[in-house]
């Protein structure tokens, strides 16, 4: 009997979270949905559950270090291991710079990016205790690599998940640990609403194949393929999943 492989997965209450759930659960993952929204979480596992999958809800706040290693204790204590960690919970809202209150900046590195780092960090060492040649995948964005108007600490979040998969990369391949990261474009989920209200999604659809939004559907096959063996190649590399939107002009 083959081992099934054990996927956490933050942000796992909505949007590409959500999908990435039900998707490495369609295929016979065990599934942790970390989330600190606690309704839409455990919605995530029932979900998974009404379709003969297995899953855990964690809630989790990722920007606090504590929560985040007791989200990996709590996996490995349910499923004895931790194959593929998703650091994806983000969150991002259209400022100005010079209109930035100093409180949502900080809140906005707390998560994007302090999030990921922690989730790199704890789920990192618990693979290299266990000795499991696992994944970590981070969920970048477009606006890692490409400027945009009012999106500075968004912007700064996604840059740092950049070079935080290099170098993680970089640290942990001796261990057999894949860091990669994923880099969406614009995809239809409630973190583009405030974009939306404002009129910015219908310019930058333009520039998507087919002129439309990407589903999150999408995202979590991506993220799907990456986590598998046949991706071993594929490690330091930010991956672009925006439908060509960081390649057009
Ligand atoms: P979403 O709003 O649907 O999902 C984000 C999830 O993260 C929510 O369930 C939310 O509760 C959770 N979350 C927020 N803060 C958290 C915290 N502190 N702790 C735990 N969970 C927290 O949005 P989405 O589009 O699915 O976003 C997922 C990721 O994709 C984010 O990192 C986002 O920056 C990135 N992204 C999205 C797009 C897009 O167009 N939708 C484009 C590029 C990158």
Same mark, same amino acid.
């Given at each position: ?5 054990v ?32 309704v ?5 596992? =029932?979900?998974?559950?009404? %379709?003969?999958? $297995? +899953? &855990?809800?964690?809630? @989790? =706040?990722?920007?606090?270090? %504590?929560?985040? $290693? +007791? &989200?990996?204790?709590? @996996? ?21 710079v010079?209109?930035?209150?100093l ?27 266990l000795?499991i ?53 614009v ?26 939004l ?21 490690n330091?590399?930010?991956v ?10």
């Amino acid at each position: 009997m083959t081992t099934k492989r054990v996927a956490v997965i933050t942000g796992g209450a909505s949007g590409i979270g959500r999908q990435s759930c039900l998707k490495f659960a369609r295929k016979g993952d065990q599934v942790v949905v970390a989330d600190f929204d606690g309704v839409r979480g455990q919605e995530t596992v =029932d979900l998974i559950a009404a %379709e003969g999958g $297995e +899953a &855990l809800f964690v809630q @989790t =706040d990722v920007s606090k270090f %504590e929560q985040v $290693e +007791a &989200l990996i204790e709590e @996996t490995v204590n349910r499923f004895g291991r931790i194959d593929v960690m998703f650091n994806n919970a983000g969150i991002g809202t259209p400022t100005p710079v010079l209109d930035q209150k100093l409180e949502d900046y900080h809140r906005i590195i707390d998560i994007n990016q302090h999030g990921v780092a922690y989730g790199i960090i704890a789920a990192g060492k618990k693979m290299r205790e266990l000795n499991i040649k696992g994944v970590i995948i981070n969920t970048t964005s477009v606006f890692g690599v490409l400027a945009s108007p009012g999106t500075f600490a968004y912007h700064a979040t996604k840059g740092a998940v950049n070079m935080m998969t290099k170098s993680a990369a970089l640290e942990l391949s001796p261990y057999g640990i894949r860091v990669v990261g994923v880099a969406p474009g614009v995809v239809d989920t409630p973190i583009i609403q405030g974009y939306k209200d404002k009129g910015i999604i219908d310019a930058m659809k333009a520039k998507v194949m087919g002129n439309k939004l990407t589903q999150p559907e999408q995202l979590a096959d991506a993220v799907y393929l990456l986590s598998l063996e046949e991706a071993s190649a594929i490690n330091g590399s930010v991956v672009m999943a925006d439908e060509g939107y960081a390649s057009f002009k």
